[in-house]
């Protein structure tokens, strides 16, 4: 796997400038971004082209996610929300 492109995506996950979304999407990318198959990165790097807001409203359920979006990395965040909720606790956002 390319180490380059995995720290790049591990910064952008971490450091996206909206609180919640760098606790839930840093953390998965923290966790498990070594794990994921070539095509499984290609969907999180598309993932995170998108904005915040509607990033985060996705994985949480607020709004739809749009069709083009509906992958099975997305699924992956919004499993890892659960975990990090349970550990890292309510009151920091997650």
Same mark, same amino acid.
């Given at each position: 796997?390319?180490? #380059?492109?995995?720290?790049?995506?591990?910064?952008?996950? !971490?450091?996206?400038?909206?609180?919640? +979304?760098?606790?839930?999407?840093?953390?998965?990318?923290?966790?498990?971004?070594?794990?994921? !198959? @070539? +095509?499984?990165?290609?969907?999180?790097?598309?993932? #995170?082209?998108?904005?915040?807001?509607?990033?985060?409203?996705?994985?949480?359920?607020?709004? @739809?996610? @749009?069709?083009? &979006?509906?992958?099975?990395? #997305?699924?992956?965040?919004? !499993?890892?929300? &659960?975990? +990090?909720?349970?550990?890292?606790?309510?009151?920091?956002?997650?």
């Amino acid at each position: 796997m390319d180490d #380059i492109r995995l720290k790049k995506l591990l910064y952008r996950a !971490s450091h996206r400038g909206f609180r919640e +979304a760098d606790i839930i999407v840093g953390g998965f990318a923290e966790a498990h971004l070594h794990q994921l !198959s @070539p +095509a499984q990165l290609d969907e999180f790097e598309l993932l #995170i082209d998108q904005e915040d807001q509607y990033l985060y409203a996705w994985i949480i359920g607020r709004e @739809p996610t @749009p069709e083009q &979006f509906e992958c099975e990395v #997305i699924d992956l965040i919004r !499993s890892f929300r &659960f975990f +990090a909720h349970t550990t890292i606790g309510a009151d920091r956002g997650a």
